[in-house]
C-alpha cells in the first residue's frame, strides 16, 4: 500500500495521470506541427513579396529608360500608337460634316 491506498487504486490513477500526459504530448505535437507549417507558408511568401518587388523595380526602370528615349524621338505622345492616320482622318470628316451643317 502507498500513500495508504490499495494497489489497484495507484494503477488507475498512474494511469490517468498516464493519458493525461499522453494527451497533453498530443497536443503540445500539432501545435509544433502547425507552427512549423505556418514558418513554411511564411518563407515561401517573402519568397513571393521579393521575387514581386524585384520584378516591380524591373519594370520601373525599364519604363524610365523607355520615357526618356521616346521623349528624345517625339513629342507627339501618339506616335508610338498607329491611331494617328485614324485620329486625323476623323478630326477632318468632323470638320467637313460641320461645314456642311453650317452651310
Not at 7 to 31: C, D, H, T
Not at 62 to 71: E, I, P, V
Not at 78 to 87: H, N, R
Amino acid at each position: 500500500m502507498l500513500f495508504g491506498l490499495p494497489w489497484y487504486a495507484i494503477v488507475a490513477i498512474v494511469s490517468i495521470a498516464g493519458g493525461l500526459f499522453y494527451a497533453f504530448k498530443e497536443k503540445e505535437i500539432e501545435m509544433e506541427s502547425k507552427r512549423v507549417t505556418n514558418v513554411r507558408e511564411l518563407n515561401e511568401l517573402r519568397k513571393v513579396v521579393h521575387n514581386l518587388k524585384s520584378r516591380i523595380e524591373t519594370l520601373e526602370s525599364d519604363l524610365k529608360t523607355r520615357s526618356k528615349n521616346t521623349s528624345n524621338q517625339s513629342s507627339n505622345p501618339l506616335g508610338e500608337i498607329e491611331i494617328d492616320d485614324e485620329v486625323e482622318g476623323q478630326n477632318s470628316d468632323n470638320k467637313s460634316t460641320r461645314n456642311k451643317n453650317h452651310s
